[in-house]
Nanobody
Framework: AQVVESGGGLVQPGGSLRLSCAAS????????MSWYRQAPGKERELVAA????????NYADSVKGRFTISRDNAKNTVYLQMNSLKPEDTGVYYC????????WGQGTQVTVSS
């Protein structure tokens, strides 16, 4: 079982990126999914989370109104749409799944810089 992130990169302040996380090896539609990030020298923090049905989401205060988490259970994929990016959004973004066990991806780098 695994989750694999993609979509990171370098973007200018004010720009947008969409991260994807493809899951396999477990029953995705029953898993709660989250995105975390870790900036250099800081602890990993929760950015956004979505329940198994997709009807409930929550966000870190720092990203509310700018980021949107969503999921497509038919594609076993969760997304993080990031708009109005700021330099402080820079970090490695990790996908996390919780279904009986915890699954973490390898992370994808997001750099917001001019």
């Amino acid at each position: 079982a695994q989750v694999v992130e993609s979509g990171g990169g370098l973007v200018q302040p004010g720009g947008s990126l969409r991260l994807s996380c493809a899951a396999s090896g477990f029953t995705f539609r029953w898993a709660a999914m989250s995105w975390y990030r870790q900036a250099p020298g800081k602890e990993r923090e929760l950015v956004a989370a979505i329940n198994s049905a997709g009807g409930s989401t929550n966000y870190a205060d720092s990203v509310k109104g700018r980021f949107t988490i969503s999921r497509d259970n038919a594609k076993n994929t969760v997304y993080l749409q990031m708009n109005s990016l700021k330099p402080e959004d820079t970090g490695v973004y990790y996908c996390h799944a919780r279904f009986v066990y915890d699954y973490w991806g390898q992370g994808t780098q997001v750099t917001v810089s001019s």
